[in-house]
């Protein structure tokens, strides 16, 4: 699985006009879901964004995670981020999970991470959704199980 994080001061998603998630200060976290994940893929990703130290301590350094300041979580499945890029100037998608799969893992990690964080929000799996953000540093990080 891939999440590319975004620290953010606030983000939302609208799916035909209408917000379906939003956060204040915290992590967009877009999900891609490759072929081969599993739950265990998922289990550690989430470990992982919700342990990632991108937020600045009182030094100012990235020292603190997202657990440690309470801020909100907001996934957004994008399939996209499992293209695969490697040659010509089309992304090919075979080693996207298919779309039920997808579906399936990624309402899973939403779940596990509703049971053990207070603030989650997410987008709608499959829909064309607009994703606003405002993007705190700007602070980009691309994790992969």
């Known amino acids: 699985m891939i999440a590319l994080l975004q620290r953010v001061s606030e983000a939302a998603v609208t799916v035909d006009d209408e917000t379906v998630g939003a956060i204040g200060p915290g992590l967009l976290a877009l999900i891609g879901v490759q ?8 289990d550690r990703l989430l470990q992982r964004v919700l342990s990632y130290r991108i937020f600045g301590d009182a030094e100012g350094r990235m020292n603190l995670s997202l657990q440690a300041v309470g801020g909100g979580l907001l996934l957004v499945s994008q399939f996209t981020l499992a293209a695969d890029t490697a040659s010509g100037t ?16 990624f309402d899973y990690l939403v779940s596990q991470a509703q049971a053990i964080h207070p603030t989650v929000a997410t987008g709608r799996f499959g829909a064309h959704m607009r994703v ?14």
Request: hydrophobic residues 35%; proline residues 8%; glycine residues 6%.
């Open 90 to 105: 089309r992304p090919g998608f075979t080693t996207a999970k298919a779309p039920q799969e997808a579906r399936e893992l």
């Open 35 to 42: 072929r081969d994940d599993t739950r265990v893929n998922a």
């Open 132 to 145: 606003a953000l405002v993007n705190d540093g700007p602070v980009t990080f691309r994790l992969q199980t």
